[in-house]
């Protein structure tokens, strides 16, 4: 399988997928919680924003390193 963009190595492409992964994690986590506040239990919502909000951080992360490989 031939690399997209010529330069970059596999193990780039593979954390910049990885990276892409965590962030859909965090996304659907930051979007589904309101579930949890409709429903009356806060503390899932809060546990579930919390989480949603360092994958996001760590995603971000790995995508800034990935990207600049």
């Known amino acids: 399988m031939a690399d997209p963009a010529p330069?970059?190595?596999r193990d780039a492409r593979r954390?910049?997928?990885v990276a892409l992964l965590v962030l859909g994690v965090a996304a659907v986590l930051?979007?589904?919680s309101v579930?949890?506040?409709g429903t009356g239990q806060e503390g899932v919502g809060i546990g579930q924003v919390a989480l949603g909000l360092?994958?996001?951080g760590v995603?971000?992360?790995l995508y800034r390193r990935a990207s600049r490989s």
């Open 30 to 32: 930051l979007v589904s």
């Open 15 to 17: 954390e910049r997928l």
């Open 59 to 61: 995603g971000g992360f």
């Open 7 to 9: 330069g970059t190595s």
């Open 35 to 37: 579930t949890w506040f």
């Open 54 to 56: 360092v994958l996001a």
